[in-house]
């Protein structure tokens, strides 16, 4: 029998067989199409033998890139491109290491400490919190002191914006006498400790302003009065125990932290140390990442960018980054970084 053709090309029924390649005369070439089935040593999947003889084109950056982790931010894109030549072994490396930053760091509470304090009109007790990481050795350990009614405090505003997360989270109550004797202080230690213990096992209220305002806020608000008083090196010792904690606190969003480092910037950079403020300020950039919108962005760069050219670093890629965040976006003379740093924790 003849070969069939339709007599017009759009008349070519949608079912259509292919036949047979013909032989090579390239032995190579035909041991190659050979091997090229599933289940043969030379299989590549589809897509590779489609692409077989083509020149590779660079991978456009898809959309899942923007989310790798549980708790990082869209920074995968400028990661992978520079390490798209990987081998198989150096990209599962690559990516165990990547992981390994995602998992949820996990603290540890306890209640080391309690102290009578006597006031002109009050007595209370004052509890010492040391808070520590899981896991490995934590060289930054954590000690802050809080009273009874700053525990209280919390539980009022997590009701109130938590009610049903916490429901079944126990405070322990408060007596009307007997609030200074050793038994009753040692009893509240272990159920303070409970307390923060299961507070922090609830993920959203971890990650609440107020649970990470109790831990952080009181040593802030100090040390950035002692910032707008001048006295950076007081204020330097408060930031320096402070950042870690609030680091590990706020590792799902880095960007919280931004404040905290910049304050610690402008108080290096005028104690003249200007090698330790552009190392606290680079920081602060990796945690802003490309986030132009951010108020403390280009007040950043631009400080960046004055340390640089006084260090002899390169301050023209930092002038170019804050230059073209503005040609993007237009807007009339803002804060400059001390200006910006000293409004916050006013209050």
């Known amino acids: 029998m003849g070969k069939l053709r339709p007599k017009d090309p759009m008349d070519a029924p949608v079912t259509t067989f292919s036949l047979p390649p013909p032989l090579s005369a390239d032995p190579i070439r035909e041991n190659s199409q050979s091997m090229a089935h599933p289940g043969s040593p030379g299989w590549r999947g589809p897509t590779a033998q489609c692409m077989a003889g083509t020149k590779p084109k660079a991978p456009a950056p898809g959309p899942e890139l923007s989310s790798v982790g549980p708790e990082e931010h869209s920074d995968a894109h400028s990661s992978l491109s520079s390490n798209s030549s990987m081998t198989t072994r150096e990209l599962q ?8 930053r995602w998992r949820h760091v996990k603290l540890l509470f306890e209640i080391a400490s309690a102290r009578i304090e006597e006031r002109r009109v009050s007595k209370f007790v004052m509890y010492q919190i040391v808070v520590i990481q899981t896991g490995s050795f934590d060289s930054n350990k954590a000690i802050l002191e809080r009273r009874y009614s700053d525990f209280e405090a919390l539980q009022k505003k997590l009701l109130k914006t938590f009610p049903e997360e916490i429901e079944d989270v126990v405070f322990p109550k408060k007596h009307l006498m007997g609030n200074f004797t050793e038994e009753m202080i040692s009893e509240r230690k272990l159920a303070l400790k409970e307390y923060l213990s299961l507070l922090y096992a609830i993920r ?3 990650r609440s302003r107020e649970f990470i305002d109790f831990l952080t806020r009181p040593e802030l608000k100090e040390a950035f009065g002692c910032l707008r008083a001048g006295q950076y090196t007081k204020a330097l010792d408060i930031l320096v125990h402070v950042v870690p904690l609030q680091e590990k606190l706020t590792a799902h969003c880095p960007v919280m932290l931004v404040p905290t480092l910049c304050a610690m910037l402008v108080c290096h950079r005028d104690l003249e140390r200007p090698a330790e403020a552009f190392a606290v300020g680079e920081r602060a ?9 951010h108020r403390y962005y280009a007040p ?3 400080a960046m960018a004055r340390l640089a050219y006084t260090l002899g670093k390169d301050f023209v890629s930092l002038q170019e980054r804050l230059e073209e965040s503005q040609l993007r976006k237009p807007a009339p003379r803002g804060f400059t970084l001390k200006e910006l740093t000293v409004q916050e924790y006013l209050c």
């Open 285 to 293: 950039l990796q945690c802003l990442q490309a986030r132009e919108s």
């Open 300 to 302: 950043l760069l631009d």
């Open 93 to 100: 490396e690559y990516w165990r290491t990547r992981k390994c």
């Open 204 to 206: 959203c209220v971890r």
